[in-house]
Nanobody, 122 residues
Framework: QVQLVESGGGWVQPGGSLRLSCAASVSISSIYAMGWYRQASGKQRELVAIITNGGSTNYADSVKGRFTISRHNAKNTVYLQMNSLKPEDTAVYYC????????????????WGQGTQVTVSS
């Protein structure tokens, strides 16, 4: 069982920045990959960014160049640095874990956090 707890969400004006954190209850070194998803009101959940335990990353086209995912294995924490935020980034952001390569390549996370709200508006 993996518990994931997100923090760092809030309200920010367009063009601003936020850093989300995801603390895991287990050593993330043993988890193949970690990801961030988001779900806007009335829309499907979408993958935002993913990072493997080898450091490889992938991003949704809509956030490339603005968001950066990173992991601190000693702290069992994954981060999502979000810069140049836009109103369309408003959503609940969820942390996820892919325990195996199979779950990673099938984009089927094994565990989810409870989510943190990010609101971008003036």
């Amino acid at each position: 069982q993996v518990q994931l707890v997100e923090s760092g969400g809030g309200w920010v004006q367009p063009g601003g920045s936020l850093r989300l954190s995801c603390a895991a209850s287990v050593s993330i070194s043993s988890i193949y990959a970690m990801g961030w998803y988001r779900q806007a009101s009335g829309k499907q959940r979408e993958l935002v960014a993913i990072i493997t335990n080898g450091g490889s990353t992938n991003y949704a086209d809509s956030v490339k160049g603005r968001f950066t995912i990173s992991r601190h294995n000693a702290k069992n924490t994954v981060y999502l640095q979000m810069n140049s935020l836009k109103p369309e980034d408003t959503a609940v952001y969820y942390c996820s874990s892919y325990e195996t390569t199979r779950s990673y390549y099938s984009r089927a996370p094994g565990y989810w956090g409870q989510g943190t709200q990010v609101t971008v508006s003036s």
